[in-house]
């Protein structure tokens, strides 16, 4: 009686084990497709991410969380203006919508313009949804429609260049219209990912591929991947060529050269990170890290002291430091039948805005914060002009601004 008993508590034993196997299994397999990953192709690395206490213990903050008291303008105006850029006369706003256009505001009295699409496929029918361009009912539409990101001006010739997610570099003349295409491959792969963008004095244009293995609607997987197939490319209008300058870059993003031209900065949102590439000098064709970030960088913008405004979306966590250092974790982790909203909550994942100031050497000059995401949250660009900050986001349909200094 006693080895039975002995025998059925082993069963149980060995049985629980095995459920607790099959319930693991069937959480990685995912066969239902219930998780955020939907069956697909999950690779997960781990990052390249400096020490959270490094890092957190030295980021100064914003107690007075003083980006509350900035102004939400054109509110269901215009629909995630990710760039913001002025032409050569000083007009402007121009901003790239989720509906694929590039508009400009020309004033009270005529409101905003349609200044430029990416392709002659637009269509008023299928493109323009209004506010609902940032909403999902967009995406089925977005590879067709174009979605232009980062906006640059030749302040020479007054052409508009532009990063489509999806149609690559491209530009247009001072009175808009169709966007001509000028790079949509590098090194003989395609250029999945357009994201940024920034014209040297000679005329090349560097620019950014995010990923050569998701396109802009799958950018989340890319972080969650922490995959680097990212690009630095540069096109040459000379030869009408496009090379890859660097490789294997974990989401780069943002894009900004240096006042004296003799280096560039690139976000890599993934590592939340800035990284120098130097254009000339000793260290040329050289990269090293500029500045390690609280959070997740998007693009950065150079103002007249040849400083870096830097848009965040933040914060770091420890829980996501531990996902980052171990991809098996992450491997079963976000293949719980969950939101992937819900993973990051409960991770620890905030979404509020930290915008910073960084000299020419990486050091801090000004953080400015909106840490309960009242009034500003999902940023991606920060430009300075005339003692203002025109902030752009990528996901709501507004503009913030905030006088500065």
Same mark, same amino acid.
């Given at each position: ?45 781990? #990052? ?23 102004? !939400?303008?054109?509110?269901?105006? $215009? ?21 694929? *256009? ?5 004033? &009270?009295?005529?409101?905003?313009? =349609? ?11 299928? %493109? ?16 067709? %429609? ?37 790079? =949509? #491959? ?10 940024? !963008?920034?014209? #040297? ?25 922490? &995959?680097?197939?990212? *690009? ?26 240096? *006042? ?8 890599? =949102? =993934?590592?939340? *990170? ?39 979306? %933040? %914060? ?37 805005? $930290? ?11 000004? $953080? ?9 949250? !999902? $940023? ?26």
């Amino acid at each position: 009686m006693e080895k039975h008993s002995t025998y059925i508590e082993e069963l149980a034993k060995h049985s629980l084990i095995l459920l607790m196997a099959m319930g693991l299994g069937l959480i990685f397999m995912d066969p239902f497709q219930m998780g955020p990953l939907g069956g697909r192709d999950y690779r997960p690395v781990k #990052h390249n991410v400096a020490p959270y206490r490094q890092v957190m213990d030295l980021w100064p903050r914003d107690n007075q969380s003083r980006l509350r008291n900035g102004k !939400l303008e054109f509110v269901d105006e $215009v629909y995630g203006p990710e760039s913001l850029e002025f032409d050569l006369e000083g007009r402007g706003p121009y901003t790239g919508l989720a509906d694929g *256009r590039i508009v400009r505001w020309m004033g &009270e009295s005529v409101g905003w313009e =349609t200044f430029a699409i990416a392709t002659p496929s637009w269509s008023e029918k299928l %493109c323009a949804n209004g506010i609902n361009s940032t909403t999902a009912k967009q995406s089925k539409h977005e590879q067709l %429609c174009g979605r232009p990101l980062g906006l640059r001006f030749d302040r020479e010739k007054g052409d508009l260049y532009i990063a489509d997610a999806y149609y690559g570099l491209m530009t247009v003349g001072p009175k808009g219209g169709i966007a001509t295409p000028l790079a =949509t #491959h590098a090194g003989g792969k395609p250029i999945l990912f357009a994201n940024d !963008l920034d014209i #040297h004095r000679n005329g090349s244009i560097f620019f950014t591929d995010t990923s050569m293995r998701y396109n802009r609607l799958d950018h989340f997987f890319i972080l969650l991947e922490g &995959e680097s197939t990212g *690009r630095l490319l540069r096109y040459d209008p000379s030869s009408k060529t496009t090379h890859v300058v660097l490789d294997g870059l974990a989401f780069p993003n943002g894009v900004q050269i240096s *006042r004296d031209q003799t280096f560039l900065i690139f976000t890599e =949102t =993934t590592n939340c *990170r800035l990284m120098r590439y130097w254009l000339e000098g000793p260290k040329a064709g050289e990269v090293e890290v500029f500045a390690n970030l609280a959070g997740f960088p998007d693009n950065i913008r150079l103002n007249e002291k040849g400083q870096f405004w830097v848009a965040i979306d %933040c %914060c770091r966590t420890p829980a996501e430091e531990v996902l980052s250092h171990n991809p098996w974790i992450r491997s079963i982790y976000f293949r719980l039948p969950m939101k992937l909203n819900f993973l990051a909550y409960l991770v620890g994942m905030k979404t509020y805005t $930290v915008i910073t100031l960084f000299d020419e050497r990486g050091e801090i000059l000004e $953080v400015l914060e909106d840490q309960r995401g009242e009034v500003m949250k !999902l $940023v991606s660009e920060v430009k300075e002009v005339d003692g203002k900050l025109w902030i752009g986001t990528v996901a709501h349909n507004h503009i913030a601004t905030f006088p500065y200094p």
